[in-house]
């Protein structure tokens, strides 16, 4: 599965409640979208990080193949109109991936009645030295690590492809996006205060060398389609 990832940079505002609605409705209208999830800030705390305000609006698209993606940015594409929806995503990011993920224990989500799940969002901007040593180092070690946090519901791997966009934003070259879901900000929080974050630490300082640092964001996520 391929994904389309669109993020606004972390700034001091949040995007108007009608603006998300008129994104709800243009996400619905994708021809050839398998999935659609729009994220907003929600908190959480890390006992080793704190990256600081999240970035006011995420969006991240599931198309079965690169060519549906392609069209869906194409000049005439589906999504010229994001921008018109949503004014402020004409300085947002966008970025193809490839999209992997991983079996965890429970992935039922449990959310109270009108509640979203809360997704620890995270990005390597890189370049990596060598970046298929990275990304091997990376999915061999992480991955079985993520699945013994206590109450994860999902893990993803996002890695870069190349791919045609004629989207009006910026054109990002992230070496790798990551995605861990949670019922709720304090399920994510009793997960990165676990035992588990430690060995993940641990783990990290075993990565081959790379650049450009990471950055984790908590993030509500509303999924809009289907």
């Not at 990832?5 to 979208?33: H, K």
């Not at 799940?117 to 991955?143: E, F, R, S």
């Amino acid at each position: 599965m391929f994904a389309l990832v669109v993020f606004l940079d972390p700034a001091p505002l949040a995007v108007p409640a009608p603006e998300i609605a008129a994104l709800r409705a243009l996400l619905n209208r994708v021809p050839g979208l398998a999935e659609a999830m729009v994220f907003t800030p929600s908190q959480a705390s890390d006992i080793y990080v704190d990256d600081g305000a999240a970035p006011p609006l995420g969006v991240q698209l599931h198309f079965p193949t690169l060519e549906a993606l392609e069209a869906a940015c194409a000049r005439d594409g589906a999504l010229q109109g994001l921008v018109a929806a949503v004014p402020a995503l004409a300085r947002a990011n966008v970025q193809a991936f490839w999209r992997r993920t991983w079996a965890v224990p429970d992935p039922k989500v449990q959310t109270a009645p009108g509640a979203l799940p809360c997704a620890y969002v995270v990005h390597y901007p890189g370049p990596a030295a060598d970046l298929n040593d990275w990304l091997d180092h990376y999915i061999a070690g992480h991955p079985p690590l993520f699945q013994r946090f206590p109450g994860i519901r999902a893990i993803e791997i996002l890695t870069r492809v190349d791919w045609i966009n004629h989207l009006p934003m910026a054109k990002a070259h992230h070496m790798q996006r990551n995605r861990v879901v949670f019922d709720s900000p304090a399920a994510l929080t009793a997960a990165l205060q676990s035992p588990v974050r430690h060995e993940l630490r641990a783990d990290f300082h075993t990565f081959p060398p790379f650049d450009g640092g990471n950055f984790h964001y908590p993030m509500w996520t509303e999924t809009v389609r289907p």
